[in-house]
């Protein structure tokens, strides 16, 4: 039964102890390999991440940036991002946010999506860049590469500075059913064998395919680096949102 499952966010708050590190399973971005993602911050402290996809915009999850209400965001004052460096505490640059906009329809772990408006517009560059959304479906199998500050496992305290990456891959509706008892059209279902996958402090980050922004992270079943999929927002199926919401 769903009820069963432990399925846990994969944010921190900066009203807490941020929950950072790294990928499990991962091992260490090269400079500039991943351009497109961003450390979102709350009172200078790291909770999330996020991508960049326009100057301006941040795609990230709205648990994120959501106060105890789970719907209303916190004031846009309490969040800026750093983007152009593998390293969560430096280097790159320092942008704060002009406002928050979170999906309508998130509840119950799905439609988990957030654009951040930037207060000045990001200047791109080999380590700057945006990455453009996957607008079709991708066939089941098909390699992913997700990447992130978040921890090592459920329980490390470890907090690695240099952005972390792996490959996972996606399967279908009845492998996901199976898994973690639940799916969605809105929901990208990724599978990885133990030892692997996100875990707190990814959440909002990217799940790329073929060079296009696939999935935003939003939950892991049974902690992290289970042998059950992690759930991400489908961004093939909130194109509309998110263009409607940056006009």
Request: glycine share 10%; hydrophobic share 40%.
């Amino acid at each position: 039964m769903f009820c069963l499952l432990v399925i846990t966010l994969l944010c921190s708050t900066a009203f807490a102890t941020p929950l950072t590190g790294r990928i499990v399973g991962g091992e260490d971005a090269a400079k500039g390999q991943f351009p497109y993602q961003i450390s979102l911050r709350m009172n200078n402290a790291h909770i999330c991440g996020g991508s960049i996809i326009a100057e301006k915009w941040i795609l990230t999850a709205a648990h994120c940036v959501v106060d105890e209400s789970d719907i209303n965001p916190y004031a846009a004052k309490y969040f800026s991002i750093r983007a152009g460096s593998n390293n969560r505490l430096s280097g790159g640059v320092l942008h704060s946010v002009k406002q928050v906009i979170v999906n309508t329809e998130y509840a119950n772990f799905l439609n988990d999506l957030a654009l951040i408006e930037l207060e000045t517009p990001l200047v791109f560059t080999e380590r700057i860049q945006a990455i453009p959304l996957e607008k079709e479906a991708i066939p089941d199998g098909s390699e992913i590469i997700i990447s992130g500050w978040g921890r090592l496992t459920t329980d490390d305290p470890n907090l690695p500075i240099l952005l972390q990456f792996n490959t996972i891959n996606t399967i279908g509706k009845t492998k996901c059913a199976t898994q973690i008892f639940m799916y969605s059209d809105s929901l990208l279902c990724l599978a990885h064998t133990k030892g692997n996958g996100a875990c707190s402090g990814d959440s909002g980050g990217p799940a790329a395919y073929d060079g296009k922004l696939a999935g935003v992270a939003g939950f892991v079943v049974t902690g992290c680096g289970s042998s059950r999929a992690d759930g991400y927002a489908k961004v093939s199926h909130h194109i509309d949102w998110i263009n409607k919401n940056m006009a």
